[in-house]
């Protein structure tokens, strides 16, 4: 019998293929006390399970997949270094010994006693150290209880076509399971605008989140389809659903790859107002995807993704020569590089091992953990004003709230520039500077940040959720993430007049910008500059070549004006261009 599941369908495309479940959540670990003859075998098992942890990860280490981002293989480093670490094993020894406590137990009490640890730490890079610790006596755990090991991280894995079933994912999972070629997966938390999220769609990967309970419903290798954009999942479909599927697999193949006829035309309206459409990059890996679409450049690199999962923060040349490398990749066109942007999701497994700070996504986050950890800040800005000598790369500030941070953050630049200078180094004396308007108050005074900086972006998915008082990856909650809320168009409204009065351009790089239902209703509200995923760029520009700005005047003052996200989508269904309409035929 088929089962029809529904979740948040977060990246788009239809898979079908078997199951596969990843079970990790929270071991069920035994509590039991050692008889005194039992002693000495317990720290032997204890021992052996954390060499067969290291000998695991040495060989996941091994086969890595050529292409895997650098920081996937320093993780695997650190968490090898972690299990040489005597001070990890060292009490569980001794609760062992002395206390006659189990292994699994023992080991479970040193990793609560350490996460108490971290957490508790001033360096906020250091407490993100705390996961790493998780994840490595998870892995010792899973041994310890002869748990079969995870299939994803074998070399052999044989999980190309599987739809991945999990209950959550960080991005460092993601980017490894698409090297195995999965075709789909599907976890039972997670927002929309999760960084996995973000990851799986730029990944290309039809992906579903929120799906609750799937593990209740699903077994390993169960015949399944994925709907990404529908969030559907069927289990065991029948011979209809399956013709169903893959008719429409092939009819989405044919409308994607029929898209690259746009690539070459510039992104102009039917009245010849020219957009900038730029993409949005999280690895390396895209800078050349932003050029096979033809994007205008990229209006938003996150590099804290060349800070995460690793043991330590990359030096100054590693980052260097990694913004050197999107320039040359991108030649004349410019590269936004947005400041780290630790913090929230973006280190925190939080769901699975217990709460870190309390409300993670209010704390020392992004420009904030910048100023206050400028041993970590510095190397950065040096090397992005290094590669500036070198192409046109601008400079974004992310979560700015404050004036005042602008300011600090230029004196940074300043002095910065002063050391490169006297040490004979070349850099772009006029780099650009920008800030992301993603907090509410960044927003209501955009005038303000508009009169410091050389460009604004409007960081959608954290100005959702700062507006709205939701968490981005808390699925419990999704149902208020609506970019349509009259608050949330207000603010995007007031950020793109103030950047108009000071004249000084406004993009948007949230996910807002690349969802073909709000395209047009940001050009109605004077949006002239757009970064999106490479893999939603052309849709939007065919939207935006399609559309003309005269009638687009009417739908703004209507939406503006309406008292609700509701009434809003009904006011763009109005103005929804007929199928086959505009330039799109037109253009080769
Ligand atoms: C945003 O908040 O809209 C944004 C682009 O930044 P990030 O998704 O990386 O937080
Ligand atoms: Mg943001």
Redesign the pocket.
């Known amino acids: 019998m088929t089962i029809a599941l529904h979740g948040l369908g977060i990246s788009r495309g239809i898979a079908i293929g078997p199951a596969h479940i990843i079970e990790r959540g929270q071991l069920d670990i035994p509590e039991y006390e050692l008889e005194p003859e039992q002693i000495l075998d317990e720290t032997q098992r204890l021992q052996e399970a954390v060499r067969a942890a290291q000998e695991q990860l040495r060989a996941i280490r091994q086969h890595i997949p050529a292409g895997t981002a650098a920081e996937i293989a320093a993780l695997i480093d650190a968490h090898i270094l972690m299990l040489d670490d005597t001070a990890l094993i060292h009490e569980p020894l001794r609760l062992i010994r002395e206390e006659r406590r189990n292994a699994e137990w023992a080991l479970k009490a040193q990793r609560d006693a350490l996460v108490r640890t971290f957490e508790e730490m001033d360096d906020a890079y250091l407490r993100t150290r705390r996961d790493d610790v998780v994840h490595v006596v998870n892995r010792v755990q899973r041994i310890l209880l002869r748990h079969s090991p995870l299939r994803h991280e074998q070399p052999d894995s044989r999980l190309a076509g599987y739809i991945i079933f999990a209950d959550d994912l960080t991005p460092a999972d993601t980017v490894l399971m698409q090297h195995h070629g999965i075709a789909a997966f599907v976890t039972e938390y997670g927002g929309p605008?999760s960084?996995t999220s973000?990851l799986a769609r730029s990944l290309g990967i039809p992906a579903i989140v929120g799906l609750h309970q799937a593990h209740v419903y699903i077994r390993d290798e169960d015949p399944t389809i994925v709907d990404g954009s529908r969030g559907v999942v069927l289990v065991d479909p029948d011979a209809a659903s399956l013709e169903f599927y893959r008719s429409r697999r092939e009819q989405d193949q044919r409308y994607y790859s029929g898209l690259i006829r746009l690539k070459g035309a510039p992104a102009c309206t039917q009245d010849g107002v020219r957009i900038q459409l730029q993409a949005?990059v999280e690895l390396p890996r895209d800078f050349e995807h932003v050029l096979q679409v033809g994007a205008d450049g990229i209006g938003?690199y996150?590099t804290e993704f060349l800070f995460m999962n690793r043991a330590a923060p990359p030096d100054e040349e590693e980052q260097y020569q990694n913004y050197l490398r999107a320039v040359q990749v991108l030649g004349r066109l410019p590269v936004t590089i947005r400041t780290l942007?630790l913090g929230a999701d973006k280190e925190a497994d939080n769901r699975r091992h217990g709460p870190l700070a309390a409300n993670p996504a209010l704390g020392l986050r992004a420009v904030r953990l910048c100023l206050k950890e400028p041993a970590l800040f510095r190397p950065q800005l040096r090397a992005i004003l290094r590669a500036s000598a070198a192409g046109d790369v601008r400079l974004m500030i992310?979560m700015l709230s404050n004036l005042h941070e602008v300011e600090q953050v230029l004196d940074m630049i300043d002095d910065s520039k002063r050391d490169l200078s006297s040490a004979g180094m070349q850099f772009n004396p006029d780099l650009p500077v920008g800030g992301?308007i993603?907090v509410p108050a960044a927003a209501v005074c955009a005038d303000m940040f508009a009169q410091r900086l050389d460009f604004l972006s409007?960081?959608?998915?954290?100005?959702i959720q700062y507006t709205m008082a939701i968490d981005r990856v808390n699925d419990e909650v999704n149902y208020l993430y609506d970019p349509l809320h009259p608050a949330v168009l207000r603010l995007v409204y007031g950020t793109i007049a103030a950047g108009l009065a000071a004249g000084i351009p406004v993009a948007m790089?949230?996910?807002m910008a690349g969802d073909i239902r709000y395209v047009r209703l940001l050009l109605a509200l004077g949006l002239r500059t757009f970064s999106v995923h490479p893999s939603s760029l052309l849709e939007v520009k065919q939207l935006i070549m399609e559309s003309e700005m005269g009638p687009l005047q009417e739908l703004a003052r209507r939406a503006l004006a309406a008292p609700g996200g509701t009434e809003v989508a009904t006011i763009l269904e109005e103005f929804r261009l007929p199928a086959g309409a505009g330039a799109n035929s037109t253009t080769s």
Do not use: K
């Open positions: 605008t960084h973000i949005n938003l996150r942007d992310p992301m993603e409007i960081g959608t998915n954290d100005l790089c949230g996910e």
